[in-house]
């Protein structure tokens, strides 16, 4: 992971079944300033069956409503084919590319194409045989909680230390296409960092680019963002994805906030220290003349005997003649 905040930009379904698109989106999250590209690795048998029953009926409302699952899988899924294609692409462009297993097919295909981290879905957080085979790897463990209690987290990563892989970074997620702003709840990244002792970060289906800005200032390592290059183009998952311009816009502004959130500092520097009050002669003072509050004050800048010691200086006497204007020191006090 870099020092910085990690942004990715996840492809997910919208390369529309076009490799021209997919290789042209790994081209604009390059331009906007992204880390990685996240692909996903599955065939619609890695997820489901072609069964039309109760169980895998149409969707009822959402973004997918009339749709079965398997019928949406069919859909989104990038051919495996052109996975290491995009990859290729993706790294003579400056990017990392990794994807999201669903099944040991998935990690197998990943490992062929030598890809650095593995990303478990938020809805296979469940799926402790397959963090285990992906963990086994040894390759950093990024898994979204979208779909978690807090026991689910906790099984899961304690799956991932067994294998002995303890790369390990969690991200807030709302499992909601979009996802209501209010529903995000932030304040669980700090809490995650600080129950699981992992790196944490977003996985973010809001609208907009400020719930990724809020979990850069809470503390995100990582923000992984959908990016489109046109949402009028359709797709499965453009309503909640960004285009070029504004995954740039949303970078950019990670950034800042990643600068901005630094480091805990109470340091006093010389010159902030030198622009604060100190005592000053006021007015001109003659050698064993009295200090009184008419010549001596707590001004701007900060030359002089520190505030503080003014009920000392009050009634002592100067111990040479002073001009008004002269910072105030145990020299001058007698």
């Given at each position: 992971m870099h020092k910085n905040v990690y942004c990715v930009a996840e492809m997910s379904a919208n390369h529309l079944n076009d490799i021209d698109v997919a290789l042209q989106i790994v081209e604009a999250a390059a331009d906007a300033g992204a880390d990685a590209v996240k692909l996903q690795t599955y065939t619609p048998e890695s997820l489901s069956i072609d069964v039309k029953n109760k169980y895998f009926k149409p969707k009822e409302d959402g973004l997918w409503e009339g749709m079965r699952p398997y019928q949406l899988y069919e859909e989104a899924s990038m051919p495996y084919e052109w996975q290491p294609k995009v990859k290729?692409?993706?790294?003579?462009?400056?990017?990392?590319?990794?994807?999201?297993?669903?099944?040991?097919?998935?990690?197998?295909?990943?490992?062929?194409?030598?890809?650095?981290?593995?990303k478990i879905a938020s809805l296979e957080i469940n799926?402790?045989?397959?963090?285990?085979?992906?963990?086994?790897?040894?390759?950093?463990?990024?898994?979204?909680?979208?779909?978690?209690?807090?026991?689910?987290?906790?099984?899961?990563?304690?799956?991932?230390?067994?294998?002995?892989?303890?790369?390990?970074?969690?991200?807030?997620?709302?499992?909601?296409?979009?996802?209501?702003?209010?529903?995000?709840?932030?304040?669980?990244?700090?809490?995650?960092?600080?129950?699981?002792?992992?790196?944490?970060?977003?996985?973010?289906?809001?609208?907009?680019?400020?719930?990724?800005?809020?979990?850069?200032?809470?503390?995100?390592?990582?923000?992984?963002?959908?990016?489109?290059?046109?949402?009028?183009?359709?797709?499965?998952?453009?309503?909640?994805?960004?285009?070029?311009?504004?995954?740039?816009?949303?970078?950019?502004?990670?950034?800042?906030?990643?600068?901005?959130v630094g480091d805990v500092d109470y340091s006093l520097?010389?010159?902030?220290?030198k622009r604060r009050r100190s005592l000053f002669v006021v007015e001109d003072v003659q050698e064993g003349e009295q200090f009184t509050e008419a010549n001596v004050r707590s001004i701007r800048p900060g030359h002089g005997l520190a505030p503080t010691h003014l009920d000392t200086v009050l009634g002592s006497t100067a111990a040479e003649d002073l001009s008004k204007g002269t910072p105030l020191s145990w020299g001058a006090v007698r």
């Open positions: 290729e692409h993706a790294e003579e462009h400056g990017l990392d590319c990794f994807s999201s297993p669903f099944d040991r097919e998935a990690v197998d295909l990943m490992e062929e194409m030598n890809m650095p981290a593995y799926d402790l045989p397959l963090i285990r085979y992906a963990a086994s790897r040894g390759k950093p463990m990024i898994m979204s909680t979208g779909a978690a209690n807090l026991g689910d987290i906790e099984r899961a990563v304690k799956t991932c230390r067994e294998e002995g892989n303890d790369d390990i970074t969690l991200l807030k997620c709302t499992s909601e296409y979009p996802a209501p702003i209010e529903r995000a709840n932030l304040r669980t990244i700090p809490h995650m960092r600080e129950t699981f002792d992992v790196k944490v970060g977003l996985s973010d289906h809001t609208l907009g680019t400020t719930v990724p800005v809020a979990a850069t200032a809470l503390g995100a390592q990582v923000i992984e963002k959908h990016l489109t290059l046109d949402r009028s183009f359709g797709g499965p998952d453009a309503d909640f994805s960004l285009e070029p311009d504004e995954f740039e816009a949303m970078v950019d502004s990670v950034r800042e906030a990643s600068k901005a520097s010389e010159n902030d220290a």
